[in-house]
């Protein structure tokens, strides 16, 4: 590991999120450089669940076709009361907008094995696994942090030596969890909902087909919350809330897992224990998650309740957002304020999810038996409002909507054909800034205004309903359903996949363009010092 070198983006941490970030720039051609105190990837499941928006992410990355062959398209997500009546249901079997189903059940250690392979074929990226961060030193053009090496045997013990390095770049990422030093190093407080239940996770590998009849849900029994559901095809996981007065050492031994199974027929027999740890759930939002050339994503941002599924999913979106912020600044066309509205639109979204998460977990989180009656008494009764929809973007780098509620959402991907080739759009033409028109829609924009499109690699797609040489098909009428159902002719998207304007009227789109301008103005005019 040389220390002479300025990479333009260190990330700190090797998870799920600093892998997505160091595979999304080093793909935009960017110099990287991870640590990870951890000798080797972590290999162990924390996230059991990703949604329709990570998997496009994931394919912008070339591993979303891997990452099926282990995934399990989830089915609703019950959670039941002790004689198992249903109380609430997540539609988790849904198609979803993105291109993807809404919803996949998976094992984590197969996505961190394959984003670790992406990452590993990018010439631009080094990764330094067993290396502790310990110290920070900022200067005007770049940052340089302090690295000791970990004791190989024995991750959790650390030992400065003549290996001592430093490495040095233009912006650091603090992707180093719950417990980060990057947040500590920025002085960010953390605002805490006020969330903490102490639950027992166990992960089993079976060795012969087990049926509960019950896959994937929450059992709300007050006599001992539990959840089971599978992790991809080859595992599956039970959680077992810790009840008042118990100890956390006992429960975590293998024979208290092996007990608290038993019931469903699980044994020593038919599955492997291959993980068994006990975890608080905790709801905490970072208050700062930038401080010049640092930013902070994934847990040392946020830390959710796990009864949405939303944990890891945040961390991904966080590593989406803040990485063509950076490709812009590193370009010269990124301002202050477009790297200011990282925070300004992630941490509201997340907050949002950690309020969601929370109301979850209360139904389940519930050990009083007289609490838990009149629960199931107002869910019987309909008393009990269904969850609030999935949030959007609400603030941020957005522009009008034009009356088709559609800015801060996500843009579609349906199937589509060009030239020799036909898929999914981003297969098919990329991702990035895209301006698309629906079909039968016409535009001729001026210089001036494709040019704004052109400074930030954008492109105009105008798709056919049917088509000859160089038309983009609309090949099942997807595109054109969703346009005509949302009252629009054109949407502008950003390369996150959020939707940062649309118009009702084609001709109007120089208008929603020259807001862009406007909005990334200093970014035009006066260019960051990457």
């Known amino acids: 590991m040389s220390d002479d070198p300025v990479h333009d983006v260190a990330v700190i941490g090797y998870g799920p999120v600093g892998q997505t970030l160091a595979a999304l720039l080093g793909r935009a051609g960017h110099t990287v450089v991870v640590v990870d105190r951890w000798p080797s990837l972590y290999g162990r499941a924390r996230a059991g669940h990703i949604d329709h928006e990570i998997m496009r992410i994931f394919q912008s990355l070339g591993i979303a076709e891997r990452l099926e062959q282990d995934m399990f398209r989830a089915t609703k997500y019950v959670f039941r009361n002790a004689a198992s009546e249903t109380l609430m249901t997540f539609d988790w079997d849904r198609d979803g907008i993105s291109g993807w189903p809404s919803d996949y059940i998976m094992y984590q250690p197969h996505i961190e094995d394959a984003l670790d392979s992406a990452v590993r074929q990018l010439p631009s990226v080094e990764v330094h696994q067993g290396w502790e961060a ?243 008494a107002a869910f019987r009764s309909g008393d009990v409002p269904p969850p609030p929809p999935f949030p959007s973007l609400e603030s941020g780098l957005l522009g009008n909507d034009d009356g088709t509620r559609l800015t801060g959402t996500l843009a579609p991907q349906g199937r589509i054909a060009a030239a020799d080739r036909s898929g999914r759009f981003d297969d098919v033409l990329g991702s990035g800034w895209v301006l698309l028109l629906a079909p039968g829609a016409q535009l001729e924009l001026d210089a001036h205004r494709t040019a704004v499109l052109e400074r930030l690699g954008g492109r105009i797609v105008t798709l056919a309903a049917s088509g000859t040489v160089g038309d983009v098909v609309d090949v099942d009428s997807y595109y054109a359903r969703y346009f005509a159902e949302h009252g629009a002719e054109a949407i502008l998207y950003r390369p996150d996949f959020y939707i940062f304007g649309a118009v009702a009227d084609v001709q109007t789109v120089p208008v929603l363009l020259g807001e862009l301008e406007a909005q990334l103005g200093a970014a035009v005019s006066v260019q960051v010092v990457p």
Not at 145 to 157: F, K, N
Not at 270 to 279: G, K, M, T
Not at 306 to 331: E, I, N, T
Request: hydrophobic share 35%; aromatic share 8%; charged share 25%.
């Open 134 to 376: 310990t110290g920070l030193h900022r200067h005007t053009d770049h940052v340089e942090v302090a690295l000791r090496p970990v004791h190989p045997e024995e991750s959790s013990q650390t030992h400065a030596g003549p290996g001592a390095r430093t490495i040095r770049a233009r912006y650091l990422i603090g992707a180093d969890g719950a417990n980060s030093i990057v947040r500590e190093w920025i002085g960010s407080t953390q605002t805490d909902f006020g969330f903490r239940e102490t639950w027992l996770v166990c992960d089993l590998e079976p060795r012969q087909s087990l049926d509960f009849g019950f896959d994937n849900g929450q059992i709300c029994d007050p006599a001992r919350p539990h959840c089971l559901f599978q992790l991809g095809k080859r595992h599956r996981r039970f959680e077992f809330a810790m009840l008042p007065g118990e100890d956390p050492e006992q429960l975590e031994s293998a024979e208290a897992a092996w007990e608290l199974m038993a019931p469903y027929g699980v044994t020593e027999h038919n599955a492997d224990l291959v993980r068994r740890a006990v975890y608080t759930f905790q709801s905490k939002l970072a208050d700062r998650w930038r401080d010049g050339r640092i930013f902070l994503a994934g847990d040392s941002a946020h830390v959710m309740p796990p009864f949405m599924g939303q944990g890891m999913c945040s961390g991904v979106r966080d590593a989406k957002a803040l990485s063509w912020r950076l490709d812009l600044a590193l370009r010269g066309t990124g301002s202050d304020a477009l790297l200011d509205s990282y925070q300004t639109e992630r941490a509201p979204h997340v907050a949002t999810l950690i309020r969601m998460s929370i109301e979850a977990g209360r139904v389940s989180c519930t050990f009083d038996p007289e609490t838990a009656a009149a629960r199931d």
